[in-house]
């Protein structure tokens, strides 16, 4: 798709004007310098705006964008249930997990590990989440946004991915998640004017110029099979949405972990002035979470009117941009690139965070507060260049990357979630349960991969979880260890939600019950 010079005069200004902001929001007062406070947790001072639009523009980048326009195109509108349970999800991690996070005082998710199963357990869920982040997730944001800017301009692939690393990586290397996070809130910005913007001119298109609303109702009238919400087991596509899985199922698993325990997710919450803070931010990103299937799904269903004949799904939403008109289409591109750049720069700085705190930290207890500053900026260097490096061999030879990176994850989800649930509400578990749940989710996974192919991968999830939640509880009651930790205090927590938390998770419900209601 060529980009006319109009386009192309949006990318710069952009670039420019998201450089200055991160620049301007994380200069220091005279005579104060950056401590690991304020470096990995944004001096604990975000406020709630930021941390909503930040949760927001970590979880969404071009795989997303892309990948779930091509998965609207190919299954229809079930694949929104993954951006809706989203919503959902962060109520409960808002209201129940967020108020044990910030009383424990923690940086990190290995570091609350610590606090209640001991090092051995902190140190393997580090060491994990590293390797996941650096050549998992960076790479392929990388491999796959690059992927992206090269079919909708043309520039070499291995040009755009150094590019856009390069970039991610300088405009918040000085300034660390106080940079990402509240510049992030212009990213959100763009991506859902961009993403509002080819969603209605799709629909005006197939209204033939009569409005995105009679747009929308031909799209129904035309594909009401692609309107189903919950597939049934006949459906081609149920081993990707197995049914009411997705209500009662696996994706709860993989949503608990995503914006529960990740954290790349989680940092924002704990970079929050406080509580209330942290909880109504959470709710501002649920129903930023209710809108996206507007912005990355109805451009894909929107293309089997427009675009019916496409040789791969993941090309709709690239043709649905060479509909728009000039200075247009330049905006639409620009969502896309503030998407993987956001995105990208949310996973350095917490890669840097853990590695600095849990891993560097422990080794040279001595260091000074400004010293684990120069540690986090270099260990974001290395990290954005070992990705880049490795991008190619890791997903060049994948047609379909995002679905390996799924399947991979996958395998591990189940057991964090074990790990963190029974660590947080169950006195009695142990460190010894904790690493059987890591090393026996993977192993059952495998087990399962291996041994019964036709399973769907949501409901494999959904079973390894609770087979591994069994053998952490028979294993803690079992064997239970005179010398074990004592539990994280629950003393003094406070699960009482302000009214605007609890008015917003009232709206996310009831809307959530009609979107269902009318189409399941």
Sequence with gaps: MSLTPVDLAVLPVYAVAIFGLAQFVSREKAGHTKDSAGYFLAGRSLPWWAIGASLVAANISAEQIIG??????????????????????????????????????????????????????????AVFWLGVYVFVNLTSILWLGSLAIHTVTGVDQMVALVGIGAFALTYQLYGGLKAVALTDIVQVALLVTGGLIIAYMSLDRIAGGAGAWHGFHILLAQF???????????????????????????????????????????????????????QTGIAFAAYLKLLMPVIVVLPGLAALVLVPHLARPDEAYPEMMTLLPAGFKGLVFAALIAAIIASLASKINSTATIFTLDVYAHLNKAASQSHLVAVGRITAVVAVALAVVTARPLLGRFDQAFQYIQEFTGFFTPGIV??????????????AAALIAAIGSAVLSLMFKLGWPALPFMDRVGMVFLLTLSAAVAVSLLWPQPDQRSPVSLEGVRYATPPAFNLASAGVIVILTALYATWW
Aim: avoid cysteine.
């Design 68 to 125: 779930m326009s091509g998965s609207g195109y190919a299954i229809g509108l079930a694949i929104a249930s993954y951006e809706w349970m989203g919503a959902l999800t962060l109520l409960i991690v808002g209201k129940f997990f967020v108020p044990i996070f910030l009383q424990s005082g923690i940086y990190t998710m290995p570091q609350f590990l610590e606090q209640r199963y001991g090092p051995s357990v902190r140190s393997l869920m």
């Design 224 to 278: 009401p099979e692609k309107f189903k919400l919950i597939l049934t087991p006949d459906n081609p596509n149920y081993a990707q949405l197995p049914g009411i899985s997705v209500l009662i199922g696996g994706m709860w698993i993989m949503n608990l972990s995503y914006w529960g325990f990740n954290q790349y997710i989680i940092q924002r919450a704990l970079a929050a002035r406080d509580l209330a803070a942290a």
């Design 418 to 431: 074990v790990i963190f649930l029974l660590g947080m509400f169950w006195k009695q578990a142990t460190s």
